[in-house]
């Protein structure tokens, strides 16, 4: 499988009578080690979140409670992903323009990122990425 592609990844449920739980793993099934979280959550119905691309950032998408729509964009395929269970997160590495819509009421998003905020890092503008992208 390759590691520099964005894809669904899901991890370990351990189900019990008690509560279920889900394991991930970083560097496995988080094929990166973060350096921070954020969580997106109260997100109007009618407003898109994200509609950028990191230059060296990775990012793990992972909807705990409701539903998101999360769009991956590596500048040659795009896909949509229905983010709708805690077991099964998305991974998008740098140069993966992202975004994310549709966000059900009670949606609780949580991003595992491997850097440190930077505004530097990040790319704005659909049209730069494009460009960026077809140099490598």
């Known amino acids: 499988m390759n590691k520099h592609k964005y894809r669904l990844v899901e991890t370990l449920v351990i189900k019990d009578p008690r509560g279920n739980l889900t394991v991930g793993n970083f560097g496995v099934d988080v094929p990166f080690d973060p350096k921070r979280y954020f969580i997106i959550y109260q997100v109007p119905l009618v407003d898109i979140r994200g509609e950028h691309a990191h230059k060296e950032c990775h990012q793990f998408l992972l909807c705990l409670r409701g539903s998101v729509v ?17 077991d099964c997160g998305l991974y998008m590495p740098p140069m993966t323009w992202g975004t994310q819509y549709k966000y059900s009421p009670d949606a609780l998003l949580l991003v595992f990122a491997s850097h440190l905020y930077d505004s530097s890092d990040y790319i704005r503008d659909y049209a730069e990425f494009i460009s960026l992208t077809n140099r490598f």
Do not use: S, Y
Not at 77 to 82: D, I, P, S
């Open 70 to 86: 999360a769009v991956a964009d590596d500048g040659v395929q795009r896909e949509e992903f229905q983010l709708n269970r805690p």
